[in-house]
């Protein structure tokens, strides 16, 4: 990286983000923070075995991974049931367990079988259940956030108490879309909760470069509350997200929560074998490694009392899980060529 001045996507930091509403907040039980854990363990053993297996050849097609992100996804929607609604964008394996997917389906439909949960029509960016109210990822940078507030009106118009939340990234915040469902999400008082994953970079752009401001402020000017939390720390992200749907869930309306966290892989899988030149510091990515999600849950929970038989037998569960779901996978027939008329509109 010779005469090479990378920007760094530190130039932000979680610690100074606006200041989640704690005052009625309970705390989060070990049970709990312990299930946040297992889910989390589950999204990274999945993602790198995916990477693994791209590596290898064996996966084609372009693979996002949101390693290092895991405490946003999980941290969100253990709040949520079936009949709440997730929208989500490339890189969104961690949301699509989050959510309750079928992990052997989702491996499938990434290896593009025909017992995918899309029937291996939709690949790694399109994941989706309705059935368990995932609306499917979406390769469009901001396509997610039009879905999510239609189904929050949706669910207004029911009067259900349920709710709509869109995951989506720093660099989807800069399209139109976002600043379009906030008006309408705060003149609608929509049940929607708009949670922007801040990863530190839009594709090889790193946020500092493309985005001006703060995320969470782009809130205030349509009145609705607007905040920035640590978003690798589960607790935290689990806290601000249960104040915010609570508060959708009431009728109360939209939020908009900045989640700050880091993005530990490439953009896409591989990226090094066509990119010309590096575009952040490795030292960047170890020095953020240091306050990954995953590490500081275990923190907390060895403060806690857990021991490591515990955690060694939940990796291995977790192991176990993820070795049957590629199995599943990689054992599903291709689908029928005849199916490559059905689902279409002509
Ligand atoms: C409308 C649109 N514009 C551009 C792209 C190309 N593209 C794919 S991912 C990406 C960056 C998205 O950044 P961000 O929203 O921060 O999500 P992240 O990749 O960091 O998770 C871009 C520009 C696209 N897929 N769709």
């Known amino acids: 990286m010779e005469n090479m001045r990378l920007h760094s996507s530190t130039d932000r930091q979680p610690n100074d983000a606006a200041p989640a509403s704690e005052a009625a907040a309970p705390a ?72 309750s997917g079928d992990l052997p389906r989702m491996i499938a439909e990434v290896f593009g079988r025909a017992t995918g949960v899309c029937g291996g029509k939709g690949g790694s960016m399109h994941v989706a259940d309705v059935s368990k109210g995932i609306l499917g990822a979406n390769g469009i940078v901001g396509g997610g956030i039009g879905l999510g507030t239609g189904a929050a009106w949706a669910e207004q118009l029911r009067g259900d108490g349920n709710v709509a939340v869109v995951f989506f990234g720093d660099g989807a915040a800069n399209q139109g879309v976002m600043f379009e469902a906030l008006n309408i999400a705060a003149l609608w008082k929509l049940p929607l909760i708009l949670v922007c994953e801040n990863n530190g970079f839009s594709e090889f752009s790193p946020s500092a470069t493309v985005t001006a401001g703060e995320i969470w402020r782009r809130a205030e000017p349509f009145g609705v509350p607007g905040l920035a939390v640590d978003g690798n720390d589960v607790v935290a992200v689990w806290r601000a997200a249960g104040t915010a749907i609570a508060r959708a869930r009431a009728g109360a309306g939209s939020t908009l929560i900045e989640a700050r966290t880091y993005r530990l892989r490439g953009h896409v899988e591989a990226e090094m074998t066509f990119l010309s030149k590096a575009y952040r510091e490795d030292a960047e990515i170890e020095a953020r490694r240091a306050h990954e999600p995953l590490m500081q849950a275990r923190r907390k929970l060895e403060q806690a009392g857990i021991t490591a038989a515990t955690f060694a037998g939940i990796e291995a569960e977790v192991l176990a899980q993820v070795d049957d779901a590629f199995k599943f996978a990689e054992e599903s027939p291709w689908p029928a060529v005849e199916s490559a008329y059905t689902h279409m509109f002509s």
């Open 28 to 99: 989060a039980t070990t049970e709990l923070l312990l299930a946040m854990y297992r889910l989390m363990l589950l999204i990274r053993t999945t993602e790198e075995r995916l990477a693994k297996v791209q590596a290898s050849g064996a996966l084609p097609g372009p693979v996002h991974l949101s390693v290092g992100q895991e405490a946003v996804a999980a941290g969100v929607c253990v709040h949520l049931t079936d009949r709440d609604w997730i929208t989500s964008n490339h890189r969104g394996h961690g949301h699509f367990l989050a959510k």
